[in-house]
T-cell receptor, first 112, second 114 residues
């Protein structure tokens, strides 16, 4: 079956530090890959997506590149802000439908 | 503004009681989903529906029931058979069941046992 593995958190950074959250996946075929963000007490918001190999998704300074050779979709941001503090979920959607498989989430805490 | 509305935000259940969580969307999406989120964990799929009057079990459907009588609405009932219902419940929708279509989420309902 499909699976998504994220680095365990919490990840604690100082403001303006570089962020990487690792995500690797197992799936058959060519899944679509997503990063979602969840702020405290809220639902999930789509942050970015990539639908084929070597695609780069980007939004609000965050980037992730679909690497089929390493089955990875790592999230990066060059300079984090306190407002980026949230839980980040990596997810995939396989070709059999639009069922999302989520990773366990990574909590990011950014200190001023 | 289009979006997904979940209500109530907080819900309390007594032992042996059924409760229903509401989910309404005005995005004209065909597909709708219910997820359960436990503290510090990812999301697990309870039920999903691709069209009106049709729905399928997800990974953890036991103790839950749904209906899809209207395109806009997908209520979830947590029955007394669900022995550990305390969790954060999220409803989502997407245009259709195609892998590259992102799901849009509501703000969730937090259910607790009295």
């Amino acid at each position: 079956g499909n699976s998504v593995t994220q680095m365990e958190g919490p990840v604690t950074l100082s403001e303006e530090a570089f962020l990487t959250i690792n995500c690797t996946y197992t799936a058959t075929g060519y899944p679509s890959l997503f990063w979602y963000v969840q702020y405290p007490g809220e639902g999930l918001q789509l942050l970015l997506k990539a639908t084929k190999a070597d695609d780069k998704g980007s939004n609000k300074g965050f980037e992730a590149t679909y690497r089929k050779e390493t089955t990875s979709f790592h999230l990066e941001k060059g300079s984090v802000q306190v407002s980026d503090s949230a839980v980040y979920f990596c997810a995939l959607s396989d070709n059999a439908g639009n069922m999302l498989t989520f990773g366990g989430g990574t909590r990011l805490m950014v200190k001023p | 503004d289009g979006g997904i509305t979940q209500s109530p935000k907080y819900l309390f259940r007594k032992e042996g009681q059924n409760v229903t969580l509401s989910c309404e969307q005005n995005l004209n999406h065909d597909a709708m989903y219910w997820y359960r989120q436990d503290p510090g964990q990812g999301l697990r799929l309870i039920y999903y529906s691709q069209i009106v009057n049709d729905f399928q079990k997800g990974d953890i459907a036991e103790g839950y029931s749904v209906s899809r009588e209207k395109k806009e609405s997908f209520p979830l009932t947590v029955t007394s058979a669900q022995k550990n219902p305390t969790a954060f419940y999220l409803c989502a929708s997407s245009m259709r069941v195609i892998s590259n279509q992102p799901q849009h989420f509501g703000d969730g309902t937090r259910l607790s046992i009295l």
